[in-house]
């Protein structure tokens, strides 16, 4: 794998919070069932990773069709670029992932295609606010799973460089999960006519992504001749209900008058992550 991190120019006076890390994983070698040896875990992250192409370039154009109005705050215009280039890479490495899964004939691209359509029919649908509030929503739901991940579930990937691809994109998505809530702050402000629509896309968003992400879980069982391995689900739904007990309540915390997403502190978490998959070396090393 080769990897530089994009820094702000010196001239800037303000820099991002946060870097853009140019990635190329190599996933030519992975094994068919790369989490936890089980069809049910490997599908539903892999059906996971099949909404971030297409989800993550809808992120980009919602903060790009309102960032004209945020100009004027030098600060979050950098972020919001940041963010941007940080989701553009994160598009581009799940997209060689899936790539590479097409070798077991599941076919995981045409999950792709499919978040795409619905995607871009939201974005039709909705104005611009509405569009910024789903990715909004979403962010706190990315937010919420990869502590998880960063935790614990990332050793149930018995790939290194799958597991590098989720950790490394874990670390990001903690770094820029404020970024667009901000944005949305900065523009309708923190009051009740601002509240209620962000709870109620949170909801449609969070039945969205709920839907979809099982939905592709299926498919994938379905297409690999393992939908009734029910050894496997059991598995799966045992570790499934653990890990619930913890994101229900910071999903729910969401629903708060004055959450913000910087109320919760990766930084400890985030640190150790760094250092297993080596970022923390590379950026020590970086010239300032």
Known sequence: MSMSVLKEKSKQKTPASFPVRRMDYEFQDMPKYWCNNEPTFTHYFTGLSTLFPEGESYFVRSVRALRSQVKDNQQLDRDIGAFIGQ???????????HRSAQQYGLDPESLEKTTGIILKAIERTFPKKWNLLVTVG????TAVLVVEMMKDVNELMTDETIRNLWLWH???????KAVAYDMYEYLYGKGL???IPRVAVFTFSLAMITAMSTAYQVVLLKRDQQLLNLKSWRKFAQHGREKYKVFIPKFLDYYRFNF???DS?????????KVKIGLSQVENHLPA
Do not use: Q, R
């Open 260 to 262: 913000h997403p910087n």
């Open 265 to 273: 502190d990766e930084s400890e978490i985030v640190a150790k992550t």
């Open 170 to 176: 874990s670390v990001e998505e903690t770094e820029h």
């Open 193 to 195: 006519a601002a509240y």
């Open 87 to 97: 989701e553009a890479m994160h598009s581009k490495e799940h997209h060689a992932f």
């Open 138 to 141: 979403l962010e706190h739901y």
